[in-house]
T-cell receptor, first 108, second 115 residues
Framework: GIQVEQSPPDLILQEGANSTLRCNFS?????LQWFHQNPWGQLINLFY???GTKQNGRLSATTVATERYSLLYISSSQTTDSGVYFC??????????FGAGTTVTVRA | KAGVTQTPRYLIKTRGQQVTLSCSPI?????VSWYQQTPGQGLQFLFE???????NKGNFPGRFSGRQFSNSRSEMNVSTLELGDSALYLC??????????????FGEGSWLTVV
């Protein structure tokens, strides 16, 4: 099956800092989504981004499908940004595949 | 609009028992998919239902099964529970099936502990 790799696995930030999370995938995909998992376990959809760039407040994402990667940018980080960020891709077999996640800790 | 609702939120079962988890999708959504999350294996796709039909199934043994009702509510069942089935089970819904370009929305999950 498709391989989805996220980096870095862990990220510690000072409040106000910017950061970039990366998602690489091993095969072509129909779409790609970014999620944030809150401390209670719920996955919150951040972006549906099969290609191109999108922005939502302090968050933005870029997917370069031809090069099989996506980036999630967090600007001016806040403590509420802490949690695990997952990249999920939809390959040709339509079985959504997740990366292992990036655990972000934002310190005040 | 209410979100995806999963019940029960927490449960403890004994090895060998079976468990049924329920998922009510967002109103109007006809696709429901299920995922298992464990510390060792991460998030893994279990199955997807659309209009009461199983569209896709992940690499899980036959002990894991599911169904979808005419009102789009879905249940998943795990029989003959093993310790390794302890996990967070997440349900997600979307207006259309995977591949139709829809964002998926997750519920809060059901935490299953097998002792």
């Amino acid at each position: 099956g498709i391989q989805v790799e996220q980096s870095p696995p862990d990220l510690i930030l000072q409040e106000g800092a910017n950061s970039t999370l990366r998602c690489n995938f091993s095969d072509s995909v129909n779409n790609l989504q970014w999620f944030h998992q809150n401390p209670w376990g719920q996955l919150i959809n951040l972006f549906y981004i099969p290609s191109g760039t999108k922005q939502n407040g302090r968050l933005s994402a870029t997917t370069v499908a031809t090069e099989r990667y996506s980036l999630l940018y967090i600007s001016s980080s806040q403590t509420t940004d802490s949690g695990v960020y997952f990249c999920a891709v939809e390959p040709a077999d339509y079985k959504l595949s997740f990366g292992a996640g990036t655990t972000v800790t934002v310190r005040a | 609009k209410a979100g995806v609702t999963q019940t029960p939120r927490y449960l403890i079962k004994t090895r060998g028992q079976q468990v049924t988890l329920s998922c009510s999708p967002i109103s109007g959504h006809r696709s429901v998919s299920w995922y298992q999350q464990t510390p060792g294996q991460g998030l893994q796709f279990l199955f997807e239902y659309f209009s009461e039909t199983q569209r896709n199934k992940g690499n899980f043994p036959g002990r894991f099964s599911g169904r979808q009702f005419s009102n789009s509510r879905s249940e998943m069942n795990v029989s003959t529970l093993e310790l390794g089935d302890s996990a967070l089970y997440l349900c997600a819904s979307s207006p259309g099936p995977t591949g139709s370009g829809n964002t998926i929305y997750f519920g809060e999950g059901s935490w299953l502990t097998v002792v």
